[in-house]
Protein backbone atom coordinates (compact mmCIF):
# COMPACT_ATOMS: atom_id res chain seq x y z
CA UNK A 1 0.00 0.00 0.00
CA UNK A 2 3.12 2.28 1.06
CA UNK A 3 4.40 1.65 -2.35
CA UNK A 4 1.36 2.34 -4.67
CA UNK A 5 0.78 6.04 -2.48
CA UNK A 6 4.68 6.78 -3.00
CA UNK A 7 4.18 5.76 -6.77
CA UNK A 8 0.57 7.97 -7.00
CA UNK A 9 2.52 10.71 -5.16
CA UNK A 10 5.34 10.49 -7.33
CA UNK A 11 3.28 10.87 -10.52
CA UNK A 12 1.64 13.92 -9.01
CA UNK A 13 4.87 15.66 -8.45
CA UNK A 14 5.87 14.65 -11.99
CA UNK A 15 2.37 16.29 -13.13
CA UNK A 16 2.81 19.31 -11.10
CA UNK A 17 6.26 19.96 -12.22
CA UNK A 18 5.07 19.97 -15.51
CA UNK A 19 2.39 21.87 -14.86
CA UNK A 20 4.80 24.64 -13.57
CA UNK A 21 7.26 24.32 -16.17
CA UNK A 22 4.08 25.48 -18.84
CA UNK A 23 3.45 28.08 -16.39
CA UNK A 24 7.11 29.31 -16.29
CA UNK A 25 6.44 29.29 -20.28
CA UNK A 26 3.39 30.92 -20.45
CA UNK A 27 4.93 33.32 -18.36
CA UNK A 28 8.22 34.08 -20.06
CA UNK A 29 5.85 34.56 -23.06
CA UNK A 30 3.61 37.37 -21.46
CA UNK A 31 7.06 39.30 -20.04
CA UNK A 32 8.36 38.94 -23.61
CA UNK A 33 4.99 40.64 -25.24
CA UNK A 34 5.37 43.05 -22.60
CA UNK A 35 8.53 44.16 -23.13
CA UNK A 36 7.79 44.43 -26.81
CA UNK A 37 4.50 46.16 -26.06
CA UNK A 38 7.31 49.07 -24.27
CA UNK A 39 9.78 48.92 -26.71
CA UNK A 40 6.99 49.92 -29.18
CA UNK A 41 5.18 52.81 -27.24
CA UNK A 42 9.03 54.04 -26.37
CA UNK A 43 9.78 54.03 -30.61
CA UNK A 44 6.56 55.36 -31.22
CA UNK A 45 7.44 58.38 -27.99
CA UNK A 46 10.20 58.88 -30.10
CA UNK A 47 8.76 59.17 -33.07
CA UNK A 48 6.51 62.09 -32.00
CA UNK A 49 9.09 63.96 -30.51
CA UNK A 50 10.78 63.83 -33.49
CA UNK A 51 7.97 64.74 -35.22
CA UNK A 52 6.92 67.94 -33.05
CA UNK A 53 10.08 68.83 -33.34
CA UNK A 54 10.14 68.65 -37.41
CA UNK A 55 6.39 70.46 -37.07
CA UNK A 56 7.68 73.53 -34.34
CA UNK A 57 10.60 74.13 -36.80
CA UNK A 58 7.81 73.76 -40.05
CA UNK A 59 5.81 76.54 -38.12
CA UNK A 60 8.58 79.11 -37.09
CA UNK A 61 9.05 79.20 -40.90
CA UNK A 62 5.57 80.03 -41.99
CA UNK A 63 2.75 77.14 -42.93
CA UNK A 64 0.05 77.32 -44.99
CA UNK A 65 -3.10 76.13 -43.16
CA UNK A 66 -3.40 72.90 -45.37
CA UNK A 67 -0.07 71.86 -44.13
CA UNK A 68 -1.01 72.82 -40.78
CA UNK A 69 -4.17 70.65 -40.82
CA UNK A 70 -1.65 68.12 -42.21
CA UNK A 71 0.95 68.23 -38.91
CA UNK A 72 -1.88 68.78 -36.48
CA UNK A 73 -4.00 65.78 -37.83
CA UNK A 74 -0.90 63.88 -37.65
CA UNK A 75 0.34 64.50 -34.56
CA UNK A 76 -3.10 63.89 -32.89
CA UNK A 77 -2.82 60.05 -34.74
CA UNK A 78 0.51 59.55 -33.16
CA UNK A 79 -1.00 60.76 -29.90
CA UNK A 80 -4.07 57.86 -30.59
CA UNK A 81 -1.27 55.22 -31.29
CA UNK A 82 0.39 56.37 -28.12
CA UNK A 83 -2.65 56.18 -26.22
CA UNK A 84 -3.57 52.65 -27.62
CA UNK A 85 -0.01 51.17 -26.95
CA UNK A 86 -0.19 52.37 -23.28
CA UNK A 87 -3.60 50.27 -23.21
CA UNK A 88 -2.33 47.55 -24.45
CA UNK A 89 1.10 47.63 -22.44
CA UNK A 90 -1.38 47.79 -19.20
CA UNK A 91 -3.12 44.91 -20.87
CA UNK A 92 0.08 43.11 -21.01
CA UNK A 93 0.79 43.91 -17.23
CA UNK A 94 -2.24 42.20 -16.39
CA UNK A 95 -1.77 39.41 -18.01
CA UNK A 96 1.38 38.83 -16.32
CA UNK A 97 0.61 39.68 -13.15
CA UNK A 98 -2.25 36.75 -13.86
CA UNK A 99 0.58 34.38 -15.35
CA UNK A 100 2.63 34.78 -12.44
CA UNK A 101 -0.34 34.07 -9.84
CA UNK A 102 -0.82 31.29 -11.63
CA UNK A 103 2.48 30.13 -11.75
CA UNK A 104 2.76 30.84 -8.01
CA UNK A 105 -0.24 28.34 -7.29
CA UNK A 106 1.16 25.73 -9.39
CA UNK A 107 4.52 26.23 -7.48
CA UNK A 108 2.40 26.00 -4.14
CA UNK A 109 1.02 22.75 -5.24
CA UNK A 110 4.13 20.95 -6.47
CA UNK A 111 5.60 22.01 -2.90
CA UNK A 112 2.90 20.17 -1.37
CA UNK A 113 2.89 17.39 -2.86
CA UNK A 114 6.83 17.24 -2.45
CA UNK A 115 5.63 17.70 1.27
CA UNK A 116 3.66 14.54 1.41
CA UNK A 117 6.11 12.43 -0.58
CA UNK A 118 8.75 13.62 1.89
CA UNK A 119 5.74 13.03 5.12
CA UNK A 120 5.44 9.34 3.42
CA UNK A 121 8.64 8.70 2.90
CA UNK A 122 9.71 9.54 6.72
CA UNK A 123 6.09 7.34 7.75
CA UNK A 124 7.75 4.14 5.61
CA UNK A 125 10.97 4.88 7.54
CA UNK A 126 9.74 4.83 10.74
CA UNK A 127 7.48 1.65 10.04
CA UNK A 128 10.60 -0.09 8.96
CA UNK A 129 12.76 0.95 11.14
CA UNK A 130 9.76 -0.74 14.22
CA UNK A 131 9.77 -3.93 11.57
CA UNK A 132 13.57 -4.21 11.85
CA UNK A 133 13.53 -3.31 15.57
CA UNK A 134 10.80 -5.67 16.26
CA UNK A 135 12.45 -8.78 14.24
CA UNK A 136 16.02 -7.71 15.98
CA UNK A 137 14.06 -8.05 18.84
CA UNK A 138 12.77 -11.14 18.48
CA UNK A 139 15.61 -12.78 16.95
CA UNK A 140 17.23 -11.79 20.24
CA UNK A 141 14.48 -13.49 21.90
CA UNK A 142 14.92 -16.51 20.41
CA UNK A 143 18.54 -16.68 20.50
CA UNK A 144 17.85 -16.96 24.55
CA UNK A 145 15.49 -19.30 24.78
CA UNK A 146 17.77 -21.73 22.49
CA UNK A 147 20.60 -20.73 25.05
CA UNK A 148 18.00 -21.75 28.12
Not at 8 to 37: G, K, R
Amino acid sequence: MAKQSTQTLTLLIQLATDEVDAAMQDLAQAMQLLEQAQQQRTMLEQYQQEYEQQWQLASQKGLKADLYRNFQGFFSQLELAVRSQNAQIEQCQANVLQKRQLLQEKQRKQKSFEVLMTRAATMQAKAEGKRDQKLMDEFASRAKRTRL
